[in-house]
């Protein structure tokens, strides 16, 4: 068994179907990668994957196009002939789904999330003072 496991976004709103008399959820996941190539062009390339859960749940009525999900399950691919030819469909038959958001949520400018507050820094470690070992001037002596 292969694992496979992503992030991506959801292309579709996400469907029940029945197979074989078994009701599972079936939604696409589109992933993307950008980097550059040997000449400096940026390159994006986008993986759509096929997922189908077992079952039948509420979370179907959170999958909607446009949402972020972390998936993990158990990976196969097909081969196909589509327009461009012969074609692999990747497909996941989901064990873990988890909700990350939608596009609006993770599309914040850059002044939304500087409003935020920022979280407080971790204070240095006093030396000396109530110090379990004893007193301590130098910090880079180790009481062990």
């Known amino acids: 068994m ?12 996400a469907e029940i179907k029945e ?12 992933t ?10 940026t390159v994006s390339r986008t993986t759509w994957i096929s997922c189908l859960k077992p079952g ?8 909607k196009k446009g949402t972020q999900v972390f998936v993990r399950g158990d990976f196969s691919a097909k ?13 996941c038959r ?9 596009k609006q949520d993770t599309g914040q400018t850059a002044t939304q999330a500087g ?7 971790p204070q240095a ?10 007193e301590t001037t130098d910090k880079d002596d180790l009481p062990f």
Do not use: H, M
């Open 115 to 121: 409003q935020q507050a920022a979280p407080a820094q």
């Open 79 to 91: 081969t196909f002939t589509g327009a461009n030819g012969i074609q692999v469909g990747v497909n």
């Open 19 to 30: 197979f074989n008399g078994q009701k599972f959820i079936s939604f696409n996941v589109a």
């Open 56 to 63: 039948e749940s509420a979370v179907v009525q959170y999958l």
């Open 125 to 134: 470690p006093a030396y000396g003072g109530n110090n379990p070992f004893g």
């Open 2 to 13: 292969l694992v496979i496991e992503f992030c991506g976004f959801v292309g579709n709103d």
């Open 32 to 41: 993307s990668e950008r980097y550059k190539d040997a000449q400096g062009n």
């Open 94 to 102: 989901v064990k873990e789904l988890q909700l990350l958001g939608t």
